[in-house]
């Protein structure tokens, strides 16, 4: 067993119930081939709501415990960066309502969970047009990001007023004013001159994408980014997302065959 293996071992030691679902199942995971990134699309909330006859506010503030969980774990399996979709550029036409108390419990879980961020060495960070949320909102964002710069391990990306199209679009005009600044040099693009513009430029691509309920569609989400990677779909709604669910999404990864366009090292 590597060295990476036994510490990951260690890091769930205690926190599951011996013979337990989540125990068989971490059993299964091969630690020295966990993906770098994975990417979330957190969805159904409001149909955990409406099948439990309560608000859809409801169901989005059970579904902080399923970001609390995921976080951790992740942070727990040594994976290098999580990206969870929090908040698209479409969201905005949901009722103002509904949008506000989005934002309220984005602010709530920040000023929660900052000090579990800082002692599990997660460093947090946003994808998105931020610039254009609310200066409270901003204001959070910043104060989080700040405090936890330094920190070494898990990367936890929030997609926030996210858009895969606008990304595309906000990099392409970065791309310009680069070549503005360049004294007039030759505007070479290049996949890698586009990569470096991306709101995750210096990451790994994702290597596994996750939507929950059900749903088959990518949702305008890293639309550069996953051309790779692996889709795993579960019928879990969100709010009911825990440990078991993830690392059942890492063994169907872990399974496959990634050819990258080319042969089967089969």
């Known amino acids: 067993m590597s060295s990476l293996s036994q510490e990951i071992r260690v890091n769930f030691e205690g926190c599951l119930e011996r013979g337990s679902v989540e125990e068989n199942l971490l059993n299964q995971i091969d630690f020295d081939r966990i993906p770098r990134h994975v990417a979330i699309i957190m969805d159904g909330n409001g149909r955990w709501a409406q099948q439990r006859r309560l608000p859809r506010v409801a169901g989005h503030r059970a579904g902080i415990q399923s970001v609390r969980e995921t976080v951790e774990t992740a942070a727990r399996l040594r994976m290098q960066v999580l990206t969870l979709y929090a908040f698209s550029v479409e969201n905005w036409k949901r009722p103002a309502g509904e949008v506000a108390t989005l934002m309220s419990l984005l602010k709530e879980f920040l000023r929660k969970e900052l000090d579990t961020l800082l002692k599990n060495n997660i460093q947090f960070e946003t994808l998105g047009r931020i610039s254009e949320l609310d200066p409270s909102i901003q204001d959070e ?20 007023n996210y858009g895969g199209r606008a990304e595309l679009v906000d990099a392409f005009r970065l791309v310009l004013e680069k070549h503005a600044r360049s004294n007039g040099n030759e505007l070479e693009i290049t996949e890698d001159t586009i990569s470096k513009c991306l709101y995750t430029a210096g990451l790994p691509d994702p290597d596994l994408m996750v939507r929950t309920s059900g749903e088959l569609r990518v949702s305008n989400f890293l639309l550069w980014q996953i051309a790779y990677a692996e889709i795993w779909v579960t019928n879990t709604l969100w709010p009911d997302f825990r440990k078991k669910d993830l690392f059942e999404a890492i063994i169907a990864y872990q399974k496959r065959d990634r050819r990258y366009g080319g042969l089967s090292t089969q």
């Open 141 to 160: 964002l910043a104060i989080a990001k700040k405090k936890t710069i330094s920190n070494s391990g898990l990367r936890f990306n929030v997609a926030l």
